[in-house]
Nanobody, 124 residues
Framework: QVQLVESGGGLVQAGGSLRLSCAAS????????MGWFRQAPGKEREFVAA????????NYADSVKGRFTISRDNAKNTVYLQMNSLKPEDTAVYYC?????????????????WGQGTQVTVSS
């Protein structure tokens, strides 16, 4: 079992930045691919970014490439999502997830464990 707790969400103006954190406990963190997903009201949960065990491989949704950066610190059992140049369309609940795989996958159903989510609101 892996427990995930997100933090760092909030209200920010368009063009601003936020850094989300996801603290993990339970099964060895370093053996999981970690991902970030988001869900806006009335929309399906969508992939944002994922990172491999060692952090050497990352994968991003086209909508966030060049603006968001995923990283992890295995010593702290934490994964981060640095979000820059935020847009109103980035408004959503952001979830971190853990996947017992070896590649950074993009589909929500492939992930095994989920956090409770943190709200990000970007005002125009």
């Amino acid at each position: 079992q892996v427990q995930l707790v997100e933090s760092g969400g909030g209200l920010v103006q368009a063009g601003g930045s936020l850094r989300l954190s996801c603290a993990a406990s339970g099964h060895p963190f370093s053996r999981y691919v970690m991902g970030w997903f988001r869900q806006a009201p009335g929309k399906e949960r969508e992939f944002v970014a994922a990172i491999s065990w060692t952090g050497g491989l990352t994968n991003y949704a086209d909508s966030v490439k060049g603006r968001f950066t995923i990283s992890r610190d295995n010593a702290k059992n934490t994964v981060y999502l640095q979000m820059n140049s935020l847009k109103p369309e980035d408004t959503a609940v952001y979830y971190c997830a853990a996947d017992a795989a070896v590649i950074a996958r993009t589909r929500a159903y492939e992930y095994d464990y989920w956090g409770q989510g943190t709200q990000v609101t970007v005002s125009s």
